[in-house]
């Protein structure tokens, strides 16, 4: 399965990315640009590939979607403190091939301090939150309200392990009837183990006042979305 329709019109894709059918609009988040380039500040030596696997997911996602607007919900690049050179050339680079395409707007991560000095030679404003039909899209770094959200921040996956001991990490989409948690978009973000994560240990506020044991996990793999029904059922399945 490619692709699942969680709420009405919106569907998670195997592409990493929410589609907004109604609004002709596609979600992603957490793309850390930049991120090598930090791991290298802290001593630890890792080639540049990232650009190049979140950019071939964008152009499957353009080719499939063909999406009036691109929503990048927070995270855009990594480094808090400043904009690195390698974030300054990869964050322009990618802005300049998504705005050629569809129409684009950026809502604030908590890694996003100097984003909008990059976003302003490309007039492309950077808001906290947005709404759209209803549903309110922000990062999910601090608290919000709204009877309908799309957040991210928590970079979800599940680690499935088997009787050998041999293991796999899934990104994955956090769904309930209000709130979905979107996998991250860049392929070094792991982030929460939702399998095995206790429910005052998520990063988000928003998710820390949550029943997460409820939310439905769709698990993004190489054959498709897999369904691992809810937290708290896989969380028992693990016992």
């Known amino acids: 399965m490619q692709e699942v329709e969680i709420w009405t019109d919106i569907f998670a894709s195997q592409l990493h990315c929410l589609y907004a059918e109604k609004q002709n609009a596609v979600v992603i988040a957490d793309l850390h640009l930049g991120y090598e380039g930090v791991l290298r500040m802290q001593g630890i030596m890792i080639p540049n590939y990232q650009k190049e696997v979140i950019k071939d997911r964008l152009k499957k996602i353009m080719e499939k979607y063909e999406p009036e607007s691109i929503i990048v919900n927070g995270d855009f690049k990594h480094e808090f403190g400043k904009n690195l050179r390698q974030e300054w050339r990869e964050v322009g680079e990618m802005l300049e ?9 950026l809502i604030k991560g908590n890694h996003d301090n100097f984003l909008k000095t990059i976003a302003s030679k490309y007039n492309i404003p950077v808001k906290m939150q947005m709404e759209m039909d209803g549903i309110t899209i922000a990062h999910g770094h601090v608290e919000i309200k709204g009877k309908k959200i799309i957040m991210a921040h928590e970079h979800p996956s599940i680690h499935i392990r088997d009787k050998v001991g041999a293991s796999l990490r899934l990104p994955c989409y956090m769904v309930s ?10 392929p070094l973000a792991t982030g929460t183990d939702v399998s095995s994560t206790d429910a005052k240990e998520y990063l988000s506020p928003i998710l820390q006042n949550e029943d997460v044991s409820a939310f439905h996990i769709w698990a993004i793999s190489e054959i498709g979305l897999l369904d691992f029904s809810t937290i708290k059922q896989l969380k028992m399945a693990r016992i």
């Not at 091939?97 to 707007?105: D, I, P, T, Y």
């Not at 009837?177 to 860049?186: D, K, R, T, Y």
């Open 97 to 105: 091939f998504l705005s050629q395409k569809s129409n684009v707007f």
């Open 177 to 186: 009837q209000s709130i979905i948690v979107m996998p991250a978009f860049s």
